[in-house]
């Protein structure tokens, strides 16, 4: 079953899970070794948040957890069934799959309807990687979940693995919340999103800010100032937190109702965190234990020693860590910009768990500190760039809306790219904000922090502080139409997203 493949019915896949007519070209040893697709089902689920249950997406795997996690050298194949009553589609990010199965609703592969099942085979790669719908803004109504890929040298470490997965929630819609940013209406912000799924360049309606009048700004609500200031470069004020929140998650669950994990005393364990949220950041705070960052967005780096490591949106960290003894060690994630935090409990059997209440000091702004310090395992090879651009990230909260070279998603340009280059890309940013800047289907290394040149980290989102500038090299090894967006979700609705298309490859 390949990715172009039409989404086909639910009884027909039903149909085919009774019989194995979906390889008839296979022979019968090669079937009789493949396994069954896994199934992951998309979903409405009722969390309770702060004593309140709500209802919110999930995408549960076949052990009944959220996500999926493969073995070492399995393919991902996995069949995603729609069961979440509207449309969906999910993707794999981080991994580098053929650009069809990427789950980015370019017009070549729109969502997938409700009740209908679409069938994924890749190759993946291995690490910390996660999931999440790129449809709508159901991202932050928890369309989300992490995919892990183990290998076989990590196994032999043999560490427990702890999955810490974050997210910012919100009692509004996303429509609501977008609303309140732009100061439309929530159908005219539910438009907007929608136009992520508008082919790019094609539209003669624009996604660029209209001109306020007095009276327009008078309408803004309040909800659209932005929830903290902080000093940036040069004095001046940097904005955090477009979008107050009602609660932090740590895998689903708030601080006053953590989630304990048993450990064993002087255990040895590989944390995974993922940063899931749709707008907020955090300092991941280990408190007295002192860990190594090992990889970064999957990506093994040489370690780094710390007890605080930031991790920007949709940025992941794997921190190996030993722990001293017996006893309960919170693992916490302070929201940047704010006293609130969240996080999960490691406790060895017998001991007291305390309880826990948000910090009592404001975390400060999430920073390339720990960016600047990355060295990659294994860099790309040296090699000089055949393009190299820039892309300025603009834009700015009054009126709201994000931009990339001046453009706003869809009336972009796309960069086209040519199989076999060396690409390099220097992130510079114009804005008091920062941007996390995700690129689809590639592992790109960070070669420069603030014009300073380091033999960075591997990764798949980078984070682009305010006025600061990053560059980024990559090898064109996957032909197909990419997205590259900011991963703040608000950012990249209204116009900061913008496409590699690869040579040959048809609109
Ligand atoms: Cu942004």
Excluded at 51 to 70: H, Y
Excluded at 221 to 240: F, I, R, T
Excluded at 266 to 289: H, K, M, P, T, Y
Excluded at 360 to 366: G, I, N, T
Aim: aromatic fraction near 6%; glycine fraction near 10%; proline fraction near 8%.
């Amino acid at each position: 079953m390949t990715a172009m493949s039409k989404p086909y019915s639910r009884r027909y896949f039903l149909g085919v899970a009774l019989a194995s007519s979906v390889l008839p070209i296979l022979p019968g040893a090669a079937r009789a070794a493949l396994p069954l697709p896994k199934r992951l089902v998309a979903e409405t689920r009722v969390l309770d948040e702060n004593g309140r249950p709500t209802k919110v997406f999930g995408l549960i795997g076949p052990d009944g957890r959220p996500g999926i996690r493969l073995g070492a050298g399995e393919r991902f194949r996995v069949d995603l069934v729609n069961k979440a009553g509207t449309r969906t589609l999910v993707h794999w990010h981080g991994q580098l799959p053929p650009w069809a199965q990427d789950g980015f609703p370019w017009p070549q592969t729109p969502p997938i309807a409700n009740g209908t099942v679409q069938a994924y085979d890749y190759v993946p790669i291995p690490g910390t990687y996660w999931m999440h719908s790129h449809h709508d803004m159901q991202e932050q109504s928890l369309m989300t979940a992490p995919l892990i890929v183990h290998d076989a040298a990590e196994l032999r470490e043999d560490r427990q693995e702890i999955v810490l997965m974050l997210h910012d929630f919100t009692f509004r819609t996303p429509d609501e919340v977008l609303a309140g940013l732009t100061g439309a209406s929530a159908a005219a912000a539910q438009a907007m999103a929608q136009r992520v799924e508008d082919d790019p360049g094609r539209k003669s309606a624009s996604n660029a800010p209209q001109p306020r009048t007095g009276r327009m700004a008078v309408d803004v609500p309040d909800m659209a100032m932005p929830g903290m200031a902080m000093p940036g470069p040069g004095g001046m004020q940097m904005d955090l937190n477009d979008v107050h929140y009602d609660a932090f998650l740590a895998n689903d669950r708030t601080l006053t109702d953590p989630e304990i994990v048993r450990v064993e005393r002087g255990g040895r364990i590989r944390l995974r965190i993922i940063n899931g949220a749709s707008s907020s950041q955090f300092w991941v705070d280990l408190g007295e234990i002192a860990g190594h960052v090992v990889a970064t967005d999957g990506h093994a780096v040489h370690p780094v020693a710390g007890s605080s490591f930031p991790i920007a949106m949709a940025q992941r960290l794997d921190i190996l860590i030993d722990l001293p003894r017996a006893g309960a060690f919170p693992i916490l994630a302070r929201v940047e910009g704010e006293g609130r935090q969240t996080g999960i409990v490691l406790a060895t059997a017998g001991s007291r768990v305390p309880r826990m209440a948000n910090g009592a000091q404001v975390a400060p702004a999430v920073d390339n500190s720990l960016e600047a310090r990355l060295v990659a395992v294994e860099p790309l090879p040296p090699r000089p760039a055949d393009i190299v651009r820039t892309i300025a990230l603009g834009g700015g909260m009054k009126p709201y809306a994000w931009s990339m070279n001046g453009e706003y998603w869809p009336q972009v340009t796309p960069l086209m790219l040519a199989k076999g280059q060396r690409v390099e890309i220097d992130l510079v940013n114009r804005t008091m904000m920062s941007h996390p800047i995700h690129l689809h289907g590639h592992a790109f290394q960070v070669i420069a922090v603030d014009g300073r040149p380091i033999q960075g980290a591997l990764r798949d989102t980078v984070l682009v502080t305010p006025m600061g500038r990053v560059r980024i090299a990559f090898n064109a090894d996957n032909p197909g139409r990419w997205a590259l967006h900011c991963h703040n979700l608000y950012h990249m609705v209204t116009g900061m997203l913008m496409e590699f298309r690869y040579q040959g490859i048809a609109a």
